[in-house]
């Protein structure tokens, strides 16, 4: 059973699983921008991670970890970018 997170920020869930969508087409992966989230299939692929779409109760903690944090470090690095052009723009 997938984790559901809850957004500070109301309509946030969207704009960020657009933002994944984009970061990951990006850093060279096919994401269907209907369902960005399967692009963990992909990326557990890449690194020879086992995963499933159904249980996955075998997983290491270490396993997933591996798989979130190339997405999400993807994802920060893209953002620190973002804030960093935002700055140096602000003159």
């Known amino acids: 059973m997938g984790r559901r ?15 994944k969508a984009d970061v990951m087409k990006r850093e060279g992966y096919a994401v269907d921008p209907n369902r960005p989230d399967d692009v963990k299939y992909e990326v557990a692929k890449e690194l020879g991670i086992p995963l499933k779409s159904a249980d996955n109760g075998e997983l290491t903690t270490e396993a997933a970890g591996h798989i979130g944090g190339k997405i999400g470090g993807s994802m920060v690095r893209e953002m620190i970018r973002l804030a960093q052009d935002k700055l140096s723009n602000q003159e």
Do not use: I, L
């Open 5 to 19: 997170r809850r957004y500070t920020v109301a309509g946030a869930e969207q704009a960020m699983q657009t933002f």
